[in-house]
């Protein structure tokens, strides 16, 4: 009896745990680890088991569960281990080009010891055991059939479809070609669990580095890390050769299957680029299916003050700031008095500067839902700016001076199918000091800049930009006031703010992506 499973059971298999994979979202509200955990071992492992039961095919001489030695074993290790910076670093790559954007990313990642734990079963035990024996144990041991090259590049794009990602695929292909490769150099399942085993174990050391080594991305996606690892695959792949003298090929099958045996490729396709399409839409424009942000009615009765040190992106002090919020009758005004010193920073990865002057900034909202009105702001750098807006609900009015220069007026309509949020830049963080806050609450917001420079039509003017908002969960904070149990709120991809949880919520760090303002006093 052969033990070889065959083409067309292995692609119907192929169907059904790609469908199971599809379904995994109807388990989101479970703990992410767990839920991923629970997916390899019911999803990925146990309908292969089941299939190779009903087939009557013996396991281990299917999926050639050997023992490969241990000069296969570290050569197999060193070819995953070493391609995970290119694959994690291309994967980045192409999330740029692709336009992804990362909002929403770090509620994926750990926050305790045990989701950490957690973390690393799912990537570097779960992942490698299960997605192997399917994968190279049954898929590409069943291509085997049409030959050796046609079974690795069949078997890895499968294993990349697997993944139901476009920007993930896109980053394995690379690995998915040299776990085949391993695989049947070795003839070894456990070889090839190795080389995944390698890649995902660094993996997990990154995906852990909040709670863990939190140095892991710094070292590990690094242009260094980078060499390094092409370098120990290249070394990697050189003693697999050495060390490996597979079998000759049997020969390929000389009948060609019914082209009707290929439907439930055709159909994973579709599934494919289903998932693909919605994870390209939410991926790129994530605040388009959002709904807008309600706030509730402003807590002050009284007027309050606060003040902020600010900080650069090397958290050197470059600045205070002096912020008091009032409330009327039916509004809250805010002003925010800062005084600015100046700056070059280098990290490496890029280039901060900032002046030395003065910025008072002003806004207005409503009490009850935190409807913007209007607001202004003077600067005094290298010369003065004054900026004043108002907003009637969808169109912003705004006048502009620079020195003794002519007024520029402004006017920005806002065609939204929903009612908008408004978020005042310099003002937003204290508006949403009155947010609901609640794990993964999430929305959208316009975050309106009276006057800066628009990139799509290259001047300078108003601009309102769409974006998503979320309460990513609660962190401990420590700051010259004391040390917090805050919530933290991401606003697009790159500014963020950070609430006490009890009420009234108060603005204790808030970050724009090159400085941090944080508070010192209550």
Not at 12 to 28: E, G, H, K, P, R
């Amino acid at each position: 009896m052969s033990q070889r499973p065959k083409i067309y059971h292995a692609n119907i298999l192929f169907l059904v745990v790609l469908c199971l994979q599809a379904t995994n979202f109807l388990f989101w509200g479970m703990p992410q680890f767990v839920r991923m955990i629970l997916n390899e071992a019911l999803f990925v492992l146990l309908p292969a088991l089941v299939y190779l039961k009903l087939a009557r095919l013996p396991f281990r001489e299917t999926v050639r569960l050997r023992r490969p030695g241990w000069t296969v074993a570290v050569a197999s290790w060193l070819i995953g281990a070493g391609l995970y910076p290119l694959a994690a670093i291309s994967t980045a790559v192409y999330q740029q080009l692709l336009g992804y954007h990362s909002f929403g990313a770090e509620r994926l990642l750990p926050h305790t010891a045990l989701e950490g734990v957690l973390a690393i079963i799912a990537y570097a035990v779960m992942a490698p055991l299960c997605e192997e024996v399917l994968a190279r144990g049954i898929i590409q041991r069943a291509y085997e059939e049409l030959g050796p090259r046609r079974a690795i590049l069949l078997a890895g794009g499968l294993f990349i479809i697997f993944h139901l990602s476009l920007v993930q695929g896109l980053g394995i292909i690379p690995l998915a070609l040299a776990l085949g490769y391993v695989y049947r150099r070795s003839e070894s399942l456990v070889a090839s669990m190795l080389t995944h085993f390698g890649a995902n174990a660094l993996a997990a050391l990154v995906v852990t580095s909040s709670v863990f080594w939190q140095g892991a991305q710094g070292v590990l996606l690094s242009t260094p890390a980078l060499l390094s690892g092409l370098v120990l695959a290249a070394a990697g792949l050189w003693l697999l050769r050495r060390a490996t003298h597979p079998a000759a090929p049997e020969p390929a099958s000389a009948e060609r299957a019914p082209l009707w045996r290929a439907w439930p490729l055709l159909l994973a396709g579709l599934l494919y680029a289903g998932v693909v399409s919605v994870e390209v839409v939410g991926a790129r424009f994530p605040e388009r299916h959002l709904p807008p942000v309600q706030v509730e009615a402003a807590p002050w009765s009284t007027p309050v003050e606060w003040q902020y040190e600010i900080r650069n992106i090397i958290d050197a002090p470059v600045g205070e700031a002096q912020c008091t919020l009032t409330p009327d009758e039916d509004a809250m005004a805010l002003l925010c008095r800062s005084q600015h010193h100046a700056y070059d920073v280098d990290t490496g990865h890029g280039r901060f500067i900032g002046g030395e002057g003065e910025i008072v900034a002003e806004g207005r909202w409503r009490r009850a839902d935190g409807m913007a009105l209007g607001g202004k702001m003077e600067q005094t750098f290298q010369r003065r700016s004054r900026t004043a807006w108002t907003f009637d609900g969808r169109q912003f009015v705004v006048v502009e001076q620079e020195g003794d220069e002519p007024e520029k007026p402004f006017t920005l309509p806002l065609e939204a199918e929903k009612s908008p949020f408004i978020l005042p830049a310099r003002v937003w963080p204290w508006t949403l000091t009155a947010l609901p806050f609640a794990d993964d609450y999430t929305a959208a917001a316009y975050v309106f800049h009276p006057y800066t420079w628009r990139q799509a039509t290259q001047d300078s003017g108003p601009q309102a930009q769409l974006v998503a908002i979320m309460v990513v969960g609660q962190e401990e904070i420590g700051t010259p006031a004391g040390t917090f149990t805050a919530w933290k709120v991401q606003v697009g991809d790159r500014e963020t703010a950070w609430y006490t949880v009890d009420a009234p919520h108060i603005l204790i760090q808030y970050c724009d992506g090159a400085e941090t303002w944080v508070l010192r006093n209550l």
